[in-house]
């Protein structure tokens, strides 16, 4: 059974720095796409970042591009977001997710950690 667990989050003042944790487990992810959403409250969960789990692709939304970096450590099975230059617009809860590489669907998802930038 595929577990994602999401750690790191909190508040922060705007300009700040955050770098969430997935702790991923379950299953070899060897061929799949690990990601990063977001939903804030009252809007629809939006992509922020995903990371291949075989080659160095990443992608990412362009609302966090440049301020976001996606990493992961295979050998541990964790995924990172670091979030630099924080605004109060970045305020929501951020999950984890896995695909299979080629599909469009993300079937896995951990429980989200709540990130607040202040003002």
């Known amino acids: 059974q595929v577990q994602l667990v999401e750690s790191g989050g909190g508040l922060v003042q705007a300009g700040g720095s955050l770098r969430l944790s997935c702790a991923a487990s379950?299953?070899?992810?060897?061929?799949?796409?690990m990601g990063w959403f977001r939903q804030a409250p009252g809007k629809e969960r939006e992509f922020v970042a995903a990371?291949?789990?075989?080659?160095?692709?990443?992608a990412y939304a362009d609302s966090v591009k440049g301020r976001v970096t996606i990493s992961r450590d295979n050998a541990k099975n964790m995924v990172y977001l670091q979030m630099n230059s924080l605004k109060p617009e970045d305020t929501a809860v951020y999950y984890c997710?896995?695909?299979?590489?080629?599909?469009?669907?993300?079937?896995?998802w951990g429980q989200g950690t709540q990130v607040t930038v202040s003002s």
């Open positions: 379950g299953r070899t992810f060897s061929g799949y796409v």
């Open positions: 990371i291949s789990w075989n080659d160095p692709s990443t």
């Open positions: 997710a896995c695909r299979l590489l080629g599909r469009n669907v993300y079937n896995y």
